[in-house]
């Protein structure tokens, strides 16, 4: 049997280890699904949106425990973790008011005498292969629409954070879901492909990146089961020269180092007109330069250790090979010299084309700024990369950032603000950031059957058209 050690990225001990799951225990969960499937698909709807307000009531009663555990295993700081949690609960409370509508059947125009409608039903057990990242958030963003729309849900959780992948399930365990309803998985990702084999798995979802986005849609399509992929983001923070500088600067260096720079949605490449690059380089640096870099346990850091050493060793190297192709490094820029896998926020400039800091994902907290000439270049190196999650446009002309969001390629533009997730509305991107969208209806409705019925008491005898 395998073990899972939990290594403290703040101070690089082992703080906890946990067996995995065996072949004999991963089966027992698999039937337990099955057999739960059938009775919470006809679970009246507004049980199950009850079930999900309390769910949401554990994890605000919780949030000092689970926020702990999230720091523990993955180095975010405490006051974000607890931010997570809350967040959690949140999106808990809004499914449980907005599920029932959101999954009233849609109606369609038909003959008189009849009715069309599509209704949507539940596919059954759902496999969730999940990050460390947000360890807390990417589950329940997840989790709350697919388990109130009537599915099951497995979750295989990142490998450094499986406290917080069973403290996931005794969440909705106290908060009174029946026995399989969820369960957490801790196994290895080699069993991932046979889990998703499995005929009783009849869906799954990933957020991760590209190469393991493209081996579970090629398992799952090769089993011909639905999936949902939230992948990588090289997001563009675009800077047009009537921008607010100030606001954009200050929001940018949150935008680009929150979470230790370790986000999907992270800001990572600041393209900047040139009217206006000197100064927001200036304003930038230093409100980057002014972020707590520190314990993250205290509730004054900013910005704790990356999740993992081989992470920042990764990073570092990205961006020694920048430098090395000619990028400039105008703070930060090497490990910092203490206890733990700590990395400095760094602003790398003149960053050259072809260089990991301009095609590559820098999960960490480095943001390469371009100098642009105009709108037209902007928008066009906003759109210079693989990726297609998220974008953030500054301007104080509505009407102009109105027509220029139209042209950028990605799941999700946000105009004076940073790239966020919210349940309220869709989330999800384009190109090699995946297919399908989390949040609001659309996540609930992506893993179910969009049934049509259609009614008629008169019943039409002429031989139909295909």
């Known amino acids: 049997m395998g073990r899972m050690d939990v290594i403290n990225p703040a101070t690089g001990e082992r703080v906890d280890s946990y067996d995995e799951h065996t072949q004999s225990e991963v089966e027992t969960a698999l039937e337990d699904a099955t057999s739960a499937f059938e009775e919470w698909r006809r679970r009246p709807l507004r049980e199950r949106e009850d079930l999900l307000a309390a769910a949401g009531d554990v994890l605000r009663e919780n949030k000092g425990e689970y926020a702990e555990t999230m720091t523990e295993e993955m180095g975010k700081p405490i006051e974000q973790a607890v931010s997570e949690v809350e967040k959690c609960a949140w999106a808990c409370d809004h499914y449980a008011e907005h599920a029932s509508s959101y999954l009233e059947a849609d109606h369609h125009p038909s003959p008189p005498g009849t009715t069309a409608k599509t209704v949507y039903e539940p596919l059954g057990p759902v496999l969730a292969v999940m990050p460390w990242n947000f360890p807390f958030w990417q589950v329940f963003r997840f989790a709350a629409p697919y388990l109130t729309a009537g599915n099951v849900g497995f979750l295989k959780h990142a490998s450094n954070v499986p406290g917080c992948a069973l403290a996931i399930e005794e969440v909705f365990r106290e908060a009174g879901y029946p026995e399989g309803v969820f369960r957490s998985l801790l196994i290895s990702s080699d069993e991932i492909e046979d889990l998703l084999g499995d005929e009783r798995v009849r869906a799954a979802t990933l957020t991760g990146s590209g190469g393991a986005g493209r081996a579970i849609a090629s398992t799952a399509g090769e089993n011909l089961k639905k999936t949902v992929l939230e992948l990588g983001g090289s997001d563009p923070y675009v800077v047009l020269d009537d921008a607010d500088l100030e ?54 850091t900013d910005m704790g250790p990356q999740a993992r050493q081989d992470l920042l060793d990764e990073l570092h190297e990205q961006v020694e090979a920048s430098v090395e192709a000619g990028a400039t490094v105008e703070t930060g820029g090497e490990p910092l010299d203490r206890e733990g896998a700590y990395y400095p926020p760094t602003v790398l400039t003149d960053v050259p084309e072809g260089s990991p800091a301009d095609t590559e994902e820098l999960f960490g907290p480095v943001a390469a700024v371009y100098r642009v000439g105009g709108e037209s270049e902007a928008i066009e190196k906003a759109n210079d990369t693989e990726f297609g999650l998220g974008a953030s446009l500054w301007t104080t002309d509505l009407d102009r950032a109105e027509r220029l969001a139209t042209e950028v390629e990605a799941g999700c533009v946000y105009v004076n ?5 919210d349940p309220r509305v869709p989330f999800g991107g384009i190109k090699e950031s995946g297919y399908g969208r989390e949040l609001s209806a659309d996540g609930i409705k992506e893993f179910t059957n969009r049934k049509t019925v259609w009614l008629t008491d008169e019943p039409d005898t002429d031989v139909p058209v295909e």
Do not use: H
Request: charged fraction near 30%; proline fraction near 2%.
């Open 417 to 421: 603000e940073l790239v966020k997730s």
């Open 247 to 300: 606001a954009a600067a200050t929001t940018g260096a949150w935008a680009r180092n929150q979470n230790g720079g370790q986000s999907c949605i992270a800001a990572k490449r600041f393209v900047v007109v040139d009217e206006v690059y000197d100064e927001f380089v200036d304003r930038f640096v230093d409100a980057v330069d002014s972020l707590a870099v520190g314990d993250p346990m205290d509730e004054e």
